[in-house]
């Protein structure tokens, strides 16, 4: 079974990235971020090349990838909607929240809905207590968010 490689292209960005880290580990998260760019997700197979490039062990790359939360393991749909679920955003209304948002799309955190438009993810923070209770859709960060609000940000993403 032949396992898809890194397009050259690919490649070519991880060597940049490169030039501005001290350290090829330095480098992880946006060798990670160029290759899900492209891919919408980080298979196993592109994680092993990657780590490959950077010097690194699949594993010793996993636990980046892993630990990064926008780093997405697995496919996900054209849009992820990702809620915090932070001490401060959950005292300001995060269940509600989630709870609008998972009857509407009719999925649960984790789930992708059926025509793959919508993934539902949790972060444990976006960096926006400023704004809670916050969401991000895609790299689109809004707060604070309250249930009549939800209907206008997902109508944009439909």
């Known amino acids: 079974i032949k396992r898809p490689m890194l397009t050259e292209q690919e ?31 980080v298979s196993d197979a592109s994680q092993r090349d990657i780590a490959v490039q950077l010097g690194m062990t699949p594993a010793e790359l996993d636990a980046v990838a892993t630990f990064y939360s926008f780093i997405f393991r697995k496919p996900v749909g054209r849009h992820v909607i990702t809620l915090c679920d932070s001490m401060v955003c959950w005292s300001l209304g995060h269940d509600d929240l989630y709870k609008l948002v998972s009857e509407k799309l009719g999925i649960a955190y984790g789930g992708t809905t059926t025509d793959n438009r919508f993934t539902l993810l949790p972060a444990s923070c976006l960096g926006a207590c400023d704004r809670a209770p916050a969401m991000m859709v895609d790299d689109e960060l809004y707060g604070p968010v309250d249930t009549e609000r939800i209907d206008e940000i997902l109508k944009k993403y439909l």
Request: net charge neutral; charged share 40%.
């Open 11 to 41: 490649k070519q960005e991880i060597t940049d990235e490169l030039r501005h880290a001290e350290l090829p580990e330095a480098a992880a998260i946006e060798a990670l971020r160029v290759v899900q760019k492209r891919r919408g997700w």
